[in-house]
């Protein structure tokens, strides 16, 4: 931020129609940011390095978690198109399956070791600019965690 030259934008105060209000004030829309455990975040602080807990903290900052679920068990993504639901990230789902190159491809690409695309609202075009040693911690961090059915979590 401090390499970017300055600007005096002004940013507009943010406007929520009545719907919004009330929905937010019944706890109609999700709001995964106020939901990240920032406590448990402050708490890992883990090196940067190719591991299993690296991952999970690359995992929780980069929003894995808060699409394919606390224990990646994908689903159903609340308030979100209900297609295409998040996918198992557990050893259980097919990514259980792959190599770590496949995985590695896939994010790159877009493009599953099977030819299918990926539905542009998981954001792999970002993903895909992580380092070989960020998605390795990641893909570390997936296979350590217990398999579970989809949509359990
Ligand atoms: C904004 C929500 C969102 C975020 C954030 C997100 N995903 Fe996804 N992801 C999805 C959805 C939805 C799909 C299913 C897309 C489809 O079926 O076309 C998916 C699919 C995938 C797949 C394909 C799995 C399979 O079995 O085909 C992988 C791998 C994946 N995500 C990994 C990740 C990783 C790793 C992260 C974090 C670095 C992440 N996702 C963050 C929503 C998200």
Same mark, same amino acid.
């Given at each position: 931020m401090r390499s970017r030259p300055k600007q005096n934008n002004t940013t507009p105060a943010p406007v929520l129609g009545i719907v919004g209000r009330v929905l937010i004030a019944t706890g109609g829309l999700p709001f995964p940011a106020i939901e990240v455990q920032h406590e448990h975040l402050a708490a890992m602080?883990? *090196?940067?390095?190719? *591991?299993a807990a690296y991952g999970e903290y690359l995992a929780r900052i980069s929003g894995c978690i808060s699409c394919h679920g606390a224990g990646l068990s994908g689903g159903h993504l609340q308030?979100?198109? *209900?297609?295409p639901p998040a996918q198992n990230?557990?050893?259980?789902?097919d990514v259980g399956r792959w190599t770590f190159a496949q995985f590695t491809s896939t994010i790159r690409t877009g493009t599953r070791p099977d030819g299918t695309h990926i539905n542009s609202f998981m954001p792999w075009p970002d993903f895909a600019q992580m380092s070989t040693a960020e998605l390795h911690a990641i893909w570390l961090y997936l296979k350590s965690v217990p398999p579970r059915p989809t949509g359990h979590g």
């Open positions: 602080h883990p *090196s940067a390095g190719v *591991s308030g979100a198109p *209900s297609d990230l557990t050893p259980a789902g």
